[in-house]
Antibody
Framework: EVQLVQSGAEVKKPGTTVKISCKVT????????IHWVQQAPGKGLEWMGR????????KYAEKFQDRVTITADTSTDTAYMELSSLRSEDTAVYYC????????????WGQGTTVTV | QSALTQPPSASGSPEQSVTISCTGT?????????VSWYQQHPGKAPKLMIY???KRPSGVPDRFSGSKSGNTASLTVSGLQAEDEADYYC??????????FGGGTKVTVL
């Protein structure tokens, strides 16, 4: 079964860094990009960036460019999203999603990770 | 990159149709065929409903359809059912490996 399983909820102090994991099972990890999406409480979805697990190439949204780092570990089939200099506005649910496993879109999603700053 | 524009809300009675718009620019919606739509129920992860503007994944009811004209994409839900009540988001490729979401539309079944 294709699954993206994310790490658990985090509570962080302002100014610190959070790192969330996204473990992939059920398909070849390096075949499809992993994207990260932020959803603040009561707000919409916001694209943060993506990683190509095959070569580690990344692309970040301008809003998060200076504070986000997305990586992929092919030894454990796990993607990571690290967000630094946390502030209260970063309180949100963060989702990872795979692009194109079955269809050309974000077709497989993690369960979400709540980060409270 | 500015968010795509969606109406905050839409509603319809059971069995009626509702159409949600997603307006961008020629640099995103109008420039590429890569618009997809997601349904999100409260407390749940989003679910892919439409990809490549008009294509429907297996398992998604054919009541859901997508289209695009110029810089505006649309999602139509025909024959509304109670379980269609949810938030809906569009996302478009915006070039240079960038993607941009719409602000979301809350669909209410009256």
């Amino acid at each position: 079964e294709v699954q993206l399983v994310q790490s658990g909820a985090e509570v962080k102090k302002p100014g610190t860094t959070v790192k969330i994991s996204c473990k992939v099972t059920g398909y070849t990890f390096t075949d499809y990009y992993i994207h990260w999406v932020q959803q603040a409480p009561g707000k919409g979805l916001e694209w943060m960036g993506r990683v190509d697990p095959e070569d580690g190439d990344t692309k970040y949204a301008e809003k998060f460019q200076d504070r986000v780092t997305i990586t992929a570990d092919t030894s454990t089939d796990t993607a990571y999203m690290e967000l630094s200099s946390l502030r209260s506005e970063d309180t949100a649910v963060y989702y990872c999603a795979a692009n194109g496993v079955f269809y050309y879109g974000l077709d497989v999603w993690g369960q979400g990770t709540t980060v409270t700053v | 990159q500015s968010a795509l524009t969606q109406p905050p809300s839409a509603s319809g009675s059971p069995e009626q149709s509702v159409t949600i718009s997603c307006t961008g620019t020629s640099s995103d919606v109008g420039g590429y065929k890569y618009v997809s739509w997601y349904q999100q129920h409260p407390g749940k992860a989003p679910k892919l409903m439409i990809y490549d503007v008009t294509k429907r994944p297996s398992g998604v009811p054919d009541r859901f359809s997508g289209s695009k004209s110029g810089n505006t994409a649309s999602l139509t839900v025909s024959g509304l059912q109670a379980e269609d009540e949810a938030d809906y988001y569009c996302i478009s490729y915006a070039g240079n490996n960038n993607w941009v979401f719409g602000g979301g539309t809350k669909v209410t079944v009256l």
